[in-house]
């Protein structure tokens, strides 16, 4: 069984940053590619941005590049997205995503098997 449990949420206003933490634990392994996903109310869930399983290479959705940053901690199986400049069109709950024995950037939901539970970030005007 795999967990990964989110923190780092909040509300902020716009301009502020946040760090969100994603921490896995369970039958993990040091090779995953790993993710953070977005849904806003009434809006499918959206791709934010991905690593690679040695942190060498990124993906990120158009409209949080130059301010969101993507990065792991393979020690402590934990992937950071830092948030800043932050948008109100950039409120929406916040999930994790794990796949494992997998090292490549991965952008897609289908291809993650595991998920956190999300945390919300609320961005006001």
């Known amino acids: 069984q795999v967990q990964l449990v989110e923190s780092g949420g909040g509300l902020v206003q716009a301009g502020d940053s946040l760090r969100l933490s994603c921490a896995a634990s369970?039958?993990?392994?040091?090779?995953?590619?790993r993710a953070w996903f977005r849904q806003a109310p009434g809006k499918e869930r959206e791709f934010v941005a991905a690593v690679s399983g040695n942190g060498d290479s990124t993906s990120y959705k158009d409209s949080v590049k130059g301010r969101f940053t993507i990065s792991r901690d393979n020690a402590k199986n934990t992937v950071f997205l830092q948030m800043n400049s932050l948008k109100p069109e950039d409120t929406a709950v916040y999930y994790c995503a794990a796949r494992f024995n997998r090292d490549a950037v991965l952008v897609t939901s289908a291809d993650y098997y595991y998920w956190g539970q999300g945390t919300q970030v609320t961005v006001s005007a």
């Open positions: 369970g039958r993990t392994t040091s090779r995953s590619a």
